[in-house]
Each structure stands twice: as structure tokens, then as C-alpha cells.
């Protein structure tokens, strides 16, 4: 992993921000009185329609906007693919959410996409605007998969659950590996460059084939997939998740 990696997908307290950049507030429930901590901030949440569909029967808890319902949001907050973007966690528990609205966006084909480290904590952590250029945009790949492809990975590659271990070994999907999202974050912050690539190795080390994520409903596990992409590797994000798996009675359960 590069610095500039690093940099050019997460924000920290003492980089530049990317001129013109739009900001985006992230929340897991939709607030009901809501002033932005960053001044013209817009916001999204896993119940406002803009990083997550309505749940129904099959499709999961949190699928992923239609192409048309993500493009009609993006053009009321004003953003382009070239516009760049800055999504920050209303607080530390958010950080999952943040790296979700990060995802969606990535996958509407919004180019410069970064997400502020400590979220609204680390935007108060700035004291004044870094000097220097930030640092220029990474052309990563995100990846959604389906349910086939995560029982196709989990069987051939490295499928990381980000549930929580206990949640994990009362059933998950068939040689997944228990990998709690949560332990990629301290206090909403990424782990620091060395932690992160302990915490990576721990599951990659011996990898041969495709990395992917899931969790109860794709969020914690896009923060799976978000600190994996900053270390530089391609893994995909089972939207789905649990919450489609494990509605459905034909898909196996491993125990």
C-alpha cells in the first residue's frame, strides 16, 4: 500500500480537501431535526432513499438504489461523476455508513470519492485549512455481487463475514470467515497503516482466489470492502448479506 493510496480515498486531519468538493453526511437512521456539522453538507441516511432502497422480500435489508433513483439523487445534490466528494460519519458508530455511501457512489460513477477519517470528530480535529495539494483521485473498482457469487467465493476464495462472531457461528453462509466489520475501525478512525495490514493478513495471507464481504444487511461490510481497497485489494460487497441469505431456505447454512 502507497501513501498516496491511502490518501486519495480517506481524508485525514491534515489533508486537503479536493477543490470544489461536495460534502456528505452520513447517518444509519434518518434524523429528525438535522443542521450539518460541515456548513452546506447534504445529507444521507440508510432510510432517506439515497445509499439504500426500500428492504422487500429477497432482495436484503439495504439494496442498493436503482441506477435511476441514485442518478435523481446525485442531480438534486448537485454531483457529477467528475464532482468530487467528501462523506464523513455523523459519529464514530456511522463509520460503516460513511464507507456504505462511499460504495454507492462509487458504483453510480462518481470518480473522487473520499471518506473524512473520525468523521464529524475529525473535521472538528482540523484546525486550519492543510496547505499542499491533496492527494489525486484513485481509480479503484468496486464490485456488488450476488448471493450465487458470495456461495461461489465462499467456496473457492475468501469470504469475510463482518457480523459479529457470535451472530457468525449461530449460521452463516458455507466457508465464509468470521472478520467483525468493527475491527477495521478505532473510535470511527481506519486503522492505522501497520494495524490494517495485520488485520488484513490474518484472513489474506494464504489467499488464492476473489475477496469479498458481507454482514446482516451490506453495511458494516462495505467498511470491510473500503478498508480492503485502501490496502489495495479488489473485494466485492454482497449487498444482500445475511439478510438475503438467510431468508432464503435453499441457500445452505453453515454452522
Known sequence: MTDNRRRSLLISHDDAIPAGA????????????????????????????????????????????????????????????????????????????????WFVLRTAGVA????????????????AEPGGEPAPAS?????????????????????????PAVVFEAGHIPGAVSAPGGDVFSDGRLLPDGELEEWAASYLAEADGPIAAYCGGGVAAAGTVFALTVLGHDAGLYVGSWSQWGDDPDRPVER
Request: net charge negative; charged share 20%; hydrophobic share 45%.
Open 22 to 101: 461536495r460534502f456528505i453526511e452520513t447517518h444509519f437512521s434518518h434524523p429528525e431535526d438535522w443542521t450539518p456539522v460541515i456548513p452546506g453538507a447534504v445529507l444521507a441516511s440508510l432510510e432517506n432513499g439515497t445509499i439504500a432502497a426500500a428492504p422487500s422480500p429477497g432482495i436484503g435489508r439495504f439494496p442498493l438504489p436503482e441506477p435511476e433513483d441514485i442518478a435523481a439523487v446525485l442531480d438534486a445534490w448537485g454531483i457529477t461523476p467528475e464532482t468530487p466528494v467528501v462523506v464523513y460519519a455523523s459519529s464514530a458508530d456511522d463509520a460503516k455508513v460513511a464507507a456504505r455511501a
Open 112 to 127: 473522487d470519492v473520499r471518506v473524512l477519517d473520525g468523521g464529524a470528530a475529525g473535521w472538528a480535529a482540523r484546525t
Open 139 to 163: 481509480d479503484v473498482r468496486v464490485t456488488a455481487i450476488d448471493a450465487d457469487r458470495a456461495g461461489v467465493i465462499g467456496a473457492t476464495g475468501v469470504l469475510l463475514d463482518a457480523r
